[in-house]
């Protein structure tokens, strides 16, 4: 039997309608700050080593643990008499290795007291893992910073590739409103396309899979942009 053009209009519009699903309700979080503690010093960086705690470093050279209730009595680490402090300088940040739970290394950046700023690794202690061993420390890179406080960089991360990047831009002259500028970073995995940076500059990476004799390798040459 014939439908019509109005019933034909009328099936199509019955059949073929798309209804959008009612958006779902929201419901209201309530957000509130929470004050953990005085540290006496600036917090430069909060860190995880795969568990429950936090590592906070201090600028004036300690790593405390917050363990989800308080901050551990003792620090994790204290190399306050290696570190110079303040303004922009003193310990910047840690970054532990993805591989932590079994190797137990982590890395961290500072200015050593002549303002050098310098990369070191350190190990976890063998009898308690909320202590680090202090005397495992191997500077893996040292680039000379002496006469300014500032710009230090500072932020040490692990990235997908297996490389520790890390970056630092160093002021080094200026007259008037124009500046020159050097930048050293020690970098992730080089990459092969791209153009270079226009700086002097040095690479360090630290490849989970072929590591050196102190589990990294300094390579030279600008990192490159693409």
């Excluded at 540290?39 to 568990?51: H, K, M, Q, R, Y």
């Excluded at 190990?123 to 495992?136: E, H, Y």
């Excluded at 997908?160 to 020159?180: H, I, Q």
């Amino acid at each position: 039997m014939a439908l019509g053009l109005a019933g034909l209009a009328a099936f199509a519009s019955v059949a073929f309608r798309h209804e959008e699903p009612a958006p779902a309700a929201r419901t209201a979080v309530a957000i509130a700050l929470q004050t953990l503690g005085n540290l006496g010093a600036p917090i430069t960086s909060v860190e995880n080593a795969g568990d429950s705690r936090l590592f906070l470093t201090i600028q004036t050279g300690r790593i405390l643990i917050w363990d989800g209730t308080s901050f551990l009595t003792t620090p994790f680490l204290d190399i306050s008499s290696l570190v110079s402090c303040c303004t922009e300088r003193g310990l910047l940040s840690a970054a532990f290795h993805p591989h932590y739970a079994t190797n137990g290394f982590f890395f961290v950046y500072y200015t050593r007291t002549a303002g050098n700023v310098t990369v070191a690794r350190y190990t976890v202690s063998s009898g308690n893992p909320n202590l680090a061993n202090p005397a495992s420390g191997v500077v893996l890179l040292t680039i000379p910073h002496p006469t300014n406080a500032n710009h230090n960089g500072g932020q040490l991360q692990f990235g997908p590739d297996g490389f520790l990047p890390a970056t630092r831009n160093a002021k080094t002259s200026c007259s008037g409103s124009s500046c020159a500028s050097t930048s050293t970073r020690m970098s992730g995995a080089p990459r092969s396309t791209g153009s270079r940076l226009p700086t002097r500059s040095s690479e360090m990476g630290c490849r989970l899979t072929k590591s050196g004799p102190r589990g990294c390798a300094i390579r030279g040459g600008s990192p490159s942009t693409g």
